[in-house]
């Protein structure tokens, strides 16, 4: 019986070594959900509710742990459709998926990708938001308070986690989906272990008092199906 009371200690097999095709091939089907399941809707709303499109200058956007890039090709287009100006940058920790990300945009995104640990990375512009999809919950809580605080010394303007929450219902629903779908295998696994390993609210609110922030300061909320997301507005300056 799995116990969703607690956090599970597992390991997830995109993390693991393995070949660029078989990442990307991974990476494909992990949009795939994204686009299926309106992953991207929680970011694009707290984007929206910044009112972007009142400021002059460009925004600098960085998107850490980004993966395929799929988020941020998303924001792209909605900065497009908003008239907002923006200045996008990827992060990732594996070369490969940086080159994968590079590869699976068009030569009109003007997105920059960074091969970077995160605790290292040193923009050569002044960052105003940071946004993470998908990454907290492969980090142990001690990181996460250590990358919340990087996310508020770095941010001006704000920033956003987007990610899952650890939950019975979505747990089975997710493992049937990707076996009758016939995702990667690294998804078919990956994919309810994520949910295993997901934060709960109580998690993030000790994790952001731990890292020096007040229940005022952020807001945890819940998006169907299956995300829980951490935001942090500052005032513009």
Known sequence: MLDFSKRADLTEMMDEPCSREELRACLKDLEKLNRWFLGYRPVLHWLDSLQLHKLSAPVHIV??????????????????????????????????????????????SRIEWVVADVFHFQSSEPIDIVISSLFTHHLVKSDVVRFLKWMEEHARLGWFINDLSRARIPYHLLNAFSKLAGLHPFVQHDGPVSIERAFVPEDWRQMCAAAGLSEADVTIEGFTPARLCVGRKKQRR
């Open 63 to 108: 998107d850490v742990g980004s993966g395929y890039g799929d988020t941020l090709r998303r924001i792209e287009r909605w900065a497009q459709e908003r008239g907002v100006r923006v200045q996008l940058t990827g992060c990732d920790l594996n070369p490969d998926t940086i080159t994968i990300a590079a590869q699976a945009s068009s030569s009109a």
